[in-house]
């Protein structure tokens, strides 16, 4: 016998509207399970994101205005490494004679390094990056402190100052998110495991009912030349459909949760939550790799069912 597409779509959706209990509740694990696995992602990624400038030491940044003057930078750069300023550039100096004694050493990130530091950091977003120039960005200081604790009175100083735009340091900010952030993950990804497993469990028995309820009817359609393939593909499709349903249902859970996560980290005064960003192109790629997960939960879930409960 040859499938026909309004065969399929209505065995599909009668086997579905039979068991419609035992498939919402198989559609809704799917969801909450798959939501612990896209959020542990969605937040692995903006961690990655805040901390990438933290990276090599650094302790505290002194962000310049764009429209700040060189007299400006001059004299935020000479409070700290005092009046004889070396050359300054990519590298990082000492200070001198003069500078603050808690400065271990300092560095410049003009605006075109900050400029290649942003593409960096969002080059998985390239709309953003296409609109932006090196002139929209602040230059800054990137300055390591003879001890990490000093960093909010060295901000305290600099903070302010004409030209000044803000002053940011994380300190041991940055380690404990690091830390919160793989505990967070395991926790996720275990749950996560978890509630796939119910899931999965749910949508074998939802197969499994609906094949006995049509067993008769399957025994009939066998004696009539029905092929295996035949009477499996509509099966199939119910599992495929539950999933693909639940990971809809998580990628609009992760949009809606990344969304009141922005709204908060806003109004958080805290610069490290601040640089905790999750953009739309990390939620649309992050919600694709769900879906597909689902499918195959789904597919795979259905395959065994038909295969195990199905005597054909």
Known sequence: MALSVDYVIKE????????RMVALAAMLTVALSLTFVGGALLFKQGVAKATARWEGGVQLVVFMET???????????SQMVGPNIPSVGSKPVAPGSGGMPQVKSVWHCDQACTYKE????????????AVTKPSDLPQSYR??????????????LLNHQPGVQDVVYPSKAV???LRLSKFLQGVS????????????????NAIRLAIFAR???VSVMKLVGATNWFIQVPFMLEGLFQGVVGSLLAWGAMALGTSKFESLSNNNPFALTQALTISSHDVFTTGLLVVLLGAAIGAGGSAVAVRRFLDV
């Open 67 to 77: 429209t700040s003057t060189p007299s400006e930078s001059h004299a935020i750069l």
């Open 189 to 204: 990804f275990l749950i996560a495991f978890v509630l796939l497993v119910a899931a999965i469990v749910l949508i074998l």
């Open 175 to 177: 380690s404990d998110l």
């Open 12 to 19: 599909t959706s009668t086997n579905i509207w039979r068991n």
């Open 215 to 217: 067993r008769k009817e």
């Open 118 to 129: 942003f593409k960096t950091l969002n080059s998985d977003d390239p709309t953003i990056t």
């Open 143 to 156: 300055v390591q402190l003879q001890n990490g604790n000093q960093a909010p009175s060295v901000a305290r």
